[in-house]
């Protein structure tokens, strides 16, 4: 399995930034999957997930109406649109083949004027 975040990068705050998470070694198309992060000194938490299909989604309740998890089972890629960045939104925002413990390298997403 490998998972191989990207998209990171320095925005202002309510700007927006894109990531995808490109993965391989799996039928990707047969499992959900999710975005975690982790800010420094604070425990990885839930930011995001999607099943298999992409029918159903979930979001933490301080990224609801300004994320959006999306995948595209053609490419083995999952997104995460980030929308109304905020700074407390800063992290470092890992890719998850929801339900194992499988992580990609994390990507830093950083929101500071």
């Known amino acids: 399995v490998q998972l191989v975040e990207s998209g990171g990068g320095l925005v202002q705050p309510g700007g927006s930034l894109r990531l995808s998470c490109a993965a391989s070694?799996?039928?990707?198309?047969?499992?959900?999957m999710s975005w975690y992060r982790q800010a420094p000194g604070k425990e990885r938490e839930l930011v995001a997930a999607i099943t298999s299909a992409g029918g159903s989604t979930n979001y933490a309740d301080s990224v609801k109406g300004r994320f959006t998890i999306s995948r595209d089972n053609a490419k083995n890629t999952v997104y995460l649109q980030m929308n109304s960045l905020k700074p407390e939104d800063t992290a470092v925002y890992y890719c998850?083949?929801?339900?194992?413990?499988?992580w990609g390298q994390g990507t830093q997403v950083t929101v500071s004027s």
């Open positions: 998850n083949l929801a339900g194992f413990d499988y």
């Open positions: 070694g799996f039928t990707f198309s047969s499992y959900a």
